[in-house]
């Protein structure tokens, strides 16, 4: 399927002035221990390696952004989930936006911007067949990371495919102002629900009522009573629950949850940090009464769906009905802390490392 | 179960002046003869008879408005349908809005409103358990029948249940200006969907766009290109045609129809004065390519939703989210030109009739 390497050398020469060559060092994220708990930075070790050379049907990739995700946490440990653990002393993987440096792929040139699943590096050599060009049209390319990829994608099927969402409906998003909240919110919003975030600062609460125009937004570091605060800014009860956040933030909106509401289970990011040993307790609010369904869902598994709901989602952005923040690290250096930020909600809307 | 006759005498007396005794005769629509192909006046017979007396656990209602509507074709034809047709020389069913003027049912009392299945006449004597209070708040009690009633029900399962209506969605209704048509666009609008309305007049057309706020309407009478009206105003193709006349109005939608597309089938009124024998013709457009579902639906089958879709409709009419209109006509005498004038699309909104 590759193109002979020597083909491809010709395709690149030309382009030599936009497409530098490979420097002869590659900095890399490796996982330098599985952390207990809260992980740190002396969990992960920054490794100056070689620049790849890409295989047959491969192609050597410069990362311009990388992704920092929640599920991260998960592949640090060595548990059964959906997503594979990493190996202690191997490098980190992660959803990477870059430019093609030299290809061996029949479909990629030199030049082209792609996307995939990369590493926590400076450059990757892939099989070609794993990336995507990347089509953002007039905006930044870093939205494939976010509003466009995979947090958009996950914040459509949350609330369409997995939570049904009706107009009328009163949805509650958790982690509202984060890459995956901020948007289910605004969706829905978009779909004639009203629309609830909860949050963990004012000025993220203001930004969700103000410039993405959710109906309310609750601050819950702030609130005494958060229950009650839920409660009041849902009088019709809560038709459908966004969940990123598990734990007490989640307890406080599932006493609301009315008739026929939908869970759609997205993340926990208050349980990530916990062993297994340290299950959580809480009110055992789930009644058959309310008919509730409860539901965890992983965005990969509705694969057939992304090309519709790409559609929308650039059509949204375009036509301003839904808008985007980028929290964005400069410097591969510091991924780490970027990463460790998530725990404490240090970004607005998408965390980013930019490269190089 | 019903309570003893003389016990609701009694409740019954404070209110003579509020619910007069009933007169001598009651006027009530027969079924004169089974129609081939149109139904004329001929096929109607009024007849002046007494006022029932109610039995134990009955009801004796007078009744305020009447519902006509496109599937009672279907009742006056010998044939398999959903609903058990019409026996000639036999009265005439519809679904009335009226007041309680006797009762032997537990529940209800004298001058009381309400609703039910009940004849083409000026009272019926019906189980008290098939009636249902009526709540329509501030609004008229006629949106019982319109609205609020089946019609809004109709439309709301139509788009959401089996329409599954996506935010971003494009959607197409036929027959858009009459009771179930201008309801399912507007809760297609809320639902934040691209509405467009197929309709008969240009007045009509302006109220869609105008009042109801349809992105777009096509007066199908003075299109010389329908198929080709309905691509220009769905630029993106049909997403869910929301289907109530069948035909060639139909033809020119399923052209249009985008992958992953519904069809929601509620009706066809253009084919119900046709004939078995006269199966009409047109395109076989469903191919496999676009995946699309063509779905009949029934409303009476989502009994278990109406509490909550009454609670959705009544707020949005408050709220004037949601706006309808009624044709009324005057007088059970003219009951058959209503019911007649819905086949040439003489009515905007609900048509009801007017008694006494």
Known sequence: MGRPRARAARVMAPRVDVCPMAPDTNRRWLLASRPTGEPTREDFELEAAAVPEPGPGEVLVRTRYMSVDPYMRGRMRDADSYADPWAVGEPMRARCVGEVVESNHRDLTAGETVTGNLYWSEYAAVDGDDLEPVDTGDLPVSTALGVLG????????????????????????????????????????????????????????????GELGFDAAIDYRAADDLAGAVGEACPYGVDLYFENVGGEVSDAVTGHLADYSRVAVCGKIALYNREDGEVTRGPRRLHQRTRTRVEGFIVSDHAHRFEHIG???????????????????EGIEDAPEAFLGLFEGANVGKQLVRVG
Chains 1, 2 share one sequence.
């Open 150 to 209: 995979m947090p958009g994608r996950t914040a459509y099927v949350g609330t369409v495919d997995v939570g049904r969402v009706e107009p009328g409906d009163t949805v509650v998003v958790s982690a509202a102002a984060g890459a995956v909240g901020s948007v289910a919110g605004q969706i829905a919003r978009v779909a004639g629900c009203r629309v609830v975030g909860i949050t963990g600062t004012e000025e993220k609460a203001d930004w969700l009522t």
């Open 311 to 329: 559609d929308r989602l650039r059509r949204w952005v375009a036509e301003e009905e839904i808008r985007y923040r980028e929290t964005v690290t």
